[in-house]
């Protein structure tokens, strides 16, 4: 059931992946959005197709239009001769002055955005729309920025200091259907739901993430399954497993 419903939900994760990276990580869980980052950007390249094409053809069709009348209307008045060449030069110019109307331009953003967006995706650093995320970080930003620094203090409170990390069985952790679990005094960056964990003795996939209070102290849960399967590496990291 959860494989269908993050199928289901693909359609709204493709959505999704248009929003600024930070906010991704609100994005509950079951939408799938880290996978939906490449065929997010490659449904707005075909957006920006489907927009420009048409819009090119009628802004060319008008130019040389334009370009025809004039020569017939100069040489109606014995101005000069009527010139092909001259004609077929104006409708040459059409792409450079097509991207210059408005059609033009969101054809432009939404291709470039779109193909920023598909490689950012396939090499494992998504973005969201850069037009969303410039204005998310001029709005939110700062205020975003004092915010994190305020929970990052409370949270290095219930933490309490650094130490090293443990490693439990998942049975002993109570997590099901996972090998191992790591116990971490801080939050590792990176580390989400489907990242691959390399390790010199096995290679892992995580799972989601838990959040205890263990003796007093709060503590990060990271569930590792063995990889045995064949499912694509979008993201990995590589990690010493302590004794």
């Given at each position: 059931m959860s494989v269908a419903l993050r199928w289901a939900a693909f359609p709204l994760a493709m959505i999704a992946a248009l929003l600024p990276h930070r906010l991704w990580r609100r994005v509950p869980s079951w939408i799938p959005i880290d996978d939906a980052v490449f065929l997010s950007g490659i449904a707005t390249l075909m957006i920006a197709a489907a927009i420009g094409?048409?819009?090119f053809l009628a802004h060319a069709g008008a130019t040389t239009s334009l370009a025809n009348e004039t020569m017939i209307a100069a040489e109606i008045?014995?101005?000069?001769?009527?010139n092909r060449g001259l004609v077929q030069g104006f409708a040459g110019l059409s792409i450079f002055t097509f991207v210059m109307t408005p059609v033009g331009l969101l054809t432009l953003y939404l291709a470039g955005s779109g193909v920023l967006r598909a490689m950012s995706g396939w090499f494992g650093d998504p973005v969201g729309d850069p037009v969303l995320t410039g204005l998310?970080?001029?709005i939110f930003g700062a205020g975003e920025k004092r915010r994190e620094q305020r929970t990052?203090?409370?949270?290095?409170a219930l933490e309490g200091p650094e130490v090293a990390d443990r490693v439990v069985t998942g049975a002993a952790?109570?997590?099901?259907?996972c090998d191992l679990v790591v116990v971490s005094a801080r939050r590792k960056p990176g580390w989400e739901r489907g990242v691959v964990v390399f390790t010199e003795d096995a290679v892992y996939r995580l799972g989601d993430p838990v959040e205890r209070t263990i003796a007093?102290?709060?503590?990060?849960?990271?569930?590792?399954?063995?990889?045995?399967?064949l499912e694509a590496i979008r993201k990995s990291v590589h990690y010493d497993l302590p004794a």
């Open positions: 094409i048409p819009g008045q014995r101005k000069m001769d009527y998310d970080a001029v990052h203090a409370r949270r290095e952790a109570g997590i099901p259907d007093g102290r709060l503590r990060t849960l990271y569930p590792l399954a063995e990889h045995r399967d």
